[in-house]
């Protein structure tokens, strides 16, 4: 367990997030695991430059698009890795208690296709909304979100220093027996933040973030995220 003041610490707490450079096991173990989701081949996400190999481009473009069920990886090959995965996130910043549901699940992103690009918004507003993601006052949760594949330097942008405002101007609603929420971030807004193939950027899950707008993330992006839990000492 940890103080909060140590859990906080994990990130930047002016701007609200940090990015890291993650172990080579750690990061070989992402890139492998999501590509063999993804297309049957766990070598295509290996190569850390930006991509212009035409012939993984167009693999990629030519996949349908994912829900959220395909795109995630199984669970129980998450916590078979996951104290070894654990332990390598130790080496280079605060080890988290456990990955969050064991999910880890990826993003295919291409500008092409608007329902891809994901509008601003606060980790916690999902949260809210979905079941099993229930809050818990003696966990910290924080995201860690990982590219796998670029096609542009920046592929993801935040507001920075917005974890800390009070008003987060959210409504959470249920329509059609689905919940949902309406929240008006720009994507004007979003500062883009450059995470190079190899590295994580974390934040907390009331950092507003989301993809950059067209023109400036690239033609497509693979990414990967998993959700950091840490347990919070009693007071």
């Keep these: 367990m940890y103080s909060k003041k140590e859990i906080l610490n994990v990130f930047d707490p002016d701007k609200g997030y940090t990015v890291y450079d993650l172990p080579d096991e750690f990061y070989l173990w992402v890139a492998k695991t999501i590509g063999k989701k993804l297309v049957g081949d766990d070598s295509i996400f290996l190569n850390r430059e930006i991509t212009r190999d035409n012939s993984v481009i167009s693999k990629l473009e030519n996949i349908e698009t994912l829900g959220r069920d395909v795109r995630t990886v199984e669970k129980e090959v998450v916590e078979n890795a996951s104290e070894n995965l654990l332990n390598l996130l130790g080496k280079v910043m605060l080890q988290p208690n456990s ?106 899950n009331n950092l507003i973030h989301g993809s950059l707008p067209k023109g400036k993330c690239g033609n497509i992006r693979t990414s990967a995220e998993f959700t950091l839990a840490y347990k919070v000492k009693s007071s």
Excluded: C
């Design 99 to 204: 990955f969050y549901l064991n999910d880890l699940y990826f993003r295919l992103v291409r500008s092409s296709n608007e329902s891809e690009i994901s509008v601003p918004h606060r980790d916690y507003y999902f949260h809210k909304i979905t079941p099993s993601w229930e809050h818990n006052d003696k966990l910290i949760d924080i995201k860690l979100w990982i590219p796998l594949l670029l096609t542009s330097p920046y592929a993801i942008g935040v507001v920075p220093g917005s974890h800390m405002e009070k008003d987060h101007s959210v409504r959470f609603y249920t329509e059609g027996g689905q919940k949902k929420f309406l929240a008006e971030h720009y994507q004007e807004s979003l500062k883009p933040v450059k995470v190079s193939l190899g590295q994580g950027l974390i934040f907390p």
